[in-house]
């Protein structure tokens, strides 16, 4: 495992949306990482100030190379450095892949249910890429379903789109979104936030006794949760990420 | 993303998830403490580190048990040392590296 502050390579930036820049990063020595893991960031001012944030990995890459999506916020300090002015080539201190707890585990032949509050998606789409990799594969995960509820405020400002389009087109993966702020054009349906029934309706079922993975702002996250428990779901299957903030609650 | 933009004091909410401890915690601790299942001193309660709250300052971090409260961790850098306070955790049951 590596371990403490290392320097990565930027080989790539694409533009996600609007407001959010995927990058891809090469780490020397990486020997891959599991999906659901998250990288710290650290950016050192001239005068020796560093400013710590914590990022999500968004692929699932076998070697070397790792990319983080980076939703700007408009009094970050590190956000908008990553979001608008990183070019490939520069370098960024970065420490990890880390984390345990919050990873889908191929060897759990569970159902997972996914469940994303806008930007909170990228932890989501590394497990949704790893399980799409792999479904040829032997361990007993890959060939479980998946699904993922998106509550996101418009379509512009989804993540992945024409590519979580595309997986879809599998059986075992079904993708529902929820449009808080604007609905697709020509929809026919209206901007609301998710609900109680409207989550219940599009998730599998208790009986099924799916895997959660739920990711987003605290208050999105924890409002979620509780209506899971509430409709029976063990809370001993419910994993959480919040990220804080304020931003996309459900 | 995990941690919000906030520095030197807590993000809206006050905390994020112990999941966010794991970078810090990787420069003390070859296995990973956010998958170990702790203890709370205070309350008993035991689970993963991970659902422990998590409140992220500019020097270090702190774990809060989200049963009682209490403080779990305490981690704080100053000058190149660390210094880690454990009391709130009356046992880690860890998962050995691979």
């Given at each position: 495992m590596r371990t403490g502050w290392n320097v990565a390579e930027v080989i790539e930036v694409r533009q996600e949306t609007g407001t959010a820049r995927t990058l891809r990063l090469r780490l020397p020595g990486l020997t891959g990482h599991r999906p659901g893991q998250h990288v710290d960031v650290r950016l050192t001012a001239p005068d020796g100030y560093t400013a710590v944030r914590s990022y999500s990995v968004a692929s699932a890459l076998p070697g070397d190379e790792l990319e983080l999506t980076v939703e700007e916020l408009a009094d970050g300090e590190v956000s908008p450095y990553l979001v608008?002015?990183?070019?490939?080539?520069?370098?960024?201190?970065?420490?990890?892949?880390?984390?345990?707890?919050?990873?889908?585990?191929?060897?759990?032949?569970?159902?997972?249910?996914?469940?994303?509050?806008?930007?909170?998606?990228?932890?989501?789409?590394?497990?949704?890429?790893?399980?799409?990799?792999?479904?040829?594969?032997?361990?007993?995960g890959f060939a479980a379903p998946f699904r993922l509820l998106y509550s996101v405020r418009s379509p512009a400002s989804a993540y992945y789109g024409a590519e979580l389009d595309d997986l879809a087109r599998s059986p075992l993966l079904t993708v529902t979104y929820v449009y808080t702020r604007e609905a697709p054009a020509g929809s026919g349906t209206r901007p609301r936030r998710l609900d109680a029934p409207t989550l219940l309706d599009a998730i599998l079922p208790v009986s099924d006794n799916p895997a959660f993975f739920i990711c987003g702002a605290t208050a999105f996250v924890e409002t979620v949760a509780d209506w899971l428990v509430q409709a029976g779901y063990p809370a001993d299957r419910i994993k959480t990420e919040r990220y804080g903030g304020t931003g996309g609650t459900p | 993303m995990i941690s919000d933009e906030v520095d030197g004091g807590f993000p809206?909410?006050?905390?994020?998830?112990?999941?966010?401890?794991?970078?810090?915690?990787?420069?003390?601790?070859?296995?990973?403490?956010?998958s170990a299942v702790g203890r709370c001193a205070h309350c008993g309660r035991t689970a993963a580190m991970a659902t422990a709250r998590c409140y992220p300052h500019s020097h270090g971090l702190l774990l809060c048990c989200p049963g009682c409260s209490g403080i779990l961790l305490r981690l704080v850098e100053t000058d190149g040392q660390l210094r880690l306070d454990l009391r709130g955790v009356s046992f880690l049951t860890l998962t050995r590296p691979q």
């Open positions: 608008h002015q990183v070019a490939a080539g520069d370098q960024l201190e970065v420490r990890g892949p880390v984390g345990g707890w919050f990873v889908w585990n191929p060897a759990d032949p569970a159902p997972v249910q996914l469940i994303a509050g806008g930007s909170g998606v990228v932890p989501l789409m590394a497990m949704i890429r790893s399980h799409a990799a792999g479904t040829t594969d032997g361990a007993p | 809206d909410g006050g905390y994020v998830d112990g999941n966010a401890a794991a970078g810090p915690l990787s420069e003390v601790f070859v296995a990973d403490v956010t």
